[in-house]
């Protein structure tokens, strides 16, 4: 999400497949985790989000090094790597669709 951010218009975040308007922010890229954690939560039980499995990436690069983790949901180790493959081209497609090509 933090690499896309400096693509999107102000005041827009993605989320899955769209980009949904946030007003309090100008971009996601200016989000804390605890502020998309939260976000995340009211859109599921809002109704707005329909899942019914779910993984987070996490990404702590203060100290110049990629530092990684994730935490998942009912998902086996297959479903999380098929469902990171799927997203990526969701974000290539996102990439695309702004006039970005590969």
């Given amino acids: 999400m933090y690499l896309l951010a400096g693509l999107l218009k102000p005041n827009q975040v993605l989320s899955g497949t769209c980009a949904l308007s946030i007003p309090q922010r100008k971009t996601s890229k200016d989000w804390t985790v605890e502020e998309m954690l939260e976000d995340a939560l009211e859109e599921i039980k809002s109704g707005n989000r329909k899942a019914n499995k779910a993984m987070v990436l ?4 203060k100290s110049g090094k990629y530092n990684t983790g994730f935490s998942q949901s009912g998902m086996s180790v297959s479903q999380c ?9 969701d974000f290539f497609k996102g990439l695309k669709r702004d006039g970005f090509e590969f």
């Fill in 58 to 61: 996490f990404l702590d690069d």
């Fill in 81 to 89: 790597v098929a469902l990171l493959e799927t997203a990526k081209f």
